[in-house]
């Protein structure tokens, strides 16, 4: 399982003009997923893959990072 990070994933959505519903769309994960996100839950590899393919950016860039 892997954490988006809000921040890096709204800042994406934002550079590519592009809603949750249109997200949904493009990548084919439903808004349910996309709202989970949101609330910080955890998702699948393959679900943050199809997001930073709709978004064009690298999936290492949507990742939560971990401050040491």
Avoid: H, W, Y
């Amino acid at each position: 399982m892997m954490l988006i990070s809000r921040e890096r994933l709204f800042l994406s959505m934002a550079r590519t003009c592009c809603s949750m519903k249109k997200l949904s769309a493009l990548s084919g994960v439903s808004i349910q997923t996309l709202r989970n996100i949101k609330a910080g839950k955890a998702i699948f590899p393959e679900t943050a893959g199809k997001i930073a393919r709709a978004l064009g950016v690298d999936v290492a860039d949507l990742l939560e990072t971990k401050e040491v």
